[in-house]
């Protein structure tokens, strides 16, 4: 009588960012002949998909340019602007752009030296309007998340040093310069490195500073008044963990 024969696993695909720029330049090549809100839509999932997954497998200059293009996307996508022949430019220059860095080879997440000991996922979120970082707390909080609070930017980077975070969120004040925002974007990336996600809460909805955020490192660029569940799944997204876990956010 013959033996059972063992199965011999098969060895898992390694993942490659080129294969997947050339399923993000199919559906940019509907976007840039038609134009039409579906084909912007379906090229807005691939961007995600691809920023996703190269953050995941440690091409972080895909993930980052693939934010960059998420947030020129934001203003067509809430029906803001148009998709104009100069945003189209500026589009297709970045699908040049990631078929370069593409070619690069993975890198290991950058980390603070400091190692949190809780498993629970941690998100500073950077404000200075007392009421409206409250309200935000409590409806977070109503989300499963856990919020801690506090009000200046050396603060909030003090508290990342001692208690690395796996994402920031930066509720610009309109009082407030844009250089504040860059600041804390430039001291965050020194901190947490590359990969660390950062986000923008703004009323500033022109081309110029969304411009000057994706320049500056930033992966999201979300408008007010803010639609809370579009800022929980770009945090579902960007986190990455495998497990639901309540997430601990810092304001400050």
């Not at 024969?5 to 090549?29: A, G």
């Not at 996307?73 to 945003?87: H, I, Y």
């Not at 000991?117 to 200075?128: A, F, I, R, T, W």
């Not at 001291?187 to 809460?201: E, V």
Request: hydrophobic letters at 40%; proline letters at 6%; a negative charge.
């Amino acid at each position: 009588m013959g033996g059972h024969k063992k199965n011999t696993p098969v060895p898992e695909e390694p993942w490659l960012p080129l294969d997947n720029v050339s399923i993000l330049e199919k559906s940019w090549k509907r976007v840039y002949v038609r134009s039409s809100d579906k084909a912007v839509e379906r090229f807005h999932e691939d961007v995600l998909d691809l920023a996703r997954a190269s953050a995941r497998h440690g091409y972080l200059k895909v993930a980052e340019l693939a934010s960059m293009i998420d947030v020129m996307l934001a203003p067509v996508l809430q029906g803001n602007e148009s998709l104009t022949t100069e945003l189209k430019e500026i589009l297709r220059d970045y699908m040049k752009a990631l078929r370069r860095v593409g070619l690069e080879h993975p890198v290991a997440p950058r980390m603070s030296g400091n190692v949190r000991e809780s498993d629970v996922p941690q998100v500073l979120l950077l404000g200075v309007e007392p009421e409206e970082v409250s309200d935000l707390a409590g409806q977070l909080a109503y989300f499963g998340y856990e919020v801690n609070l506090a009000r200046s930017v050396d603060r909030l980077l003090e508290m990342f040093d001692q208690s690395p975070a796996e994402a920031v969120v930066i509720d610009e004040s309109p009082r407030a310069s844009e250089s504040l925002s860059a600041d804390a974007v430039s001291r965050l990336r020194d901190l947490g490195g590359d990969s660390l996600p950062l986000l923008i809460i703004s009323e500033r909805s022109d081309m110029d500073s969304r411009l000057r955020a994706a320049r500056a490192g930033v992966d999201a660029y979300l408008l007010k008044p803010l639609d809370l569940h579009q800022l929980v799944d770009r945090l579902d997204g960007m986190v990455l963990k495998s497990q639901q876990e309540p997430l601990h956010i810092l304001i400050v």
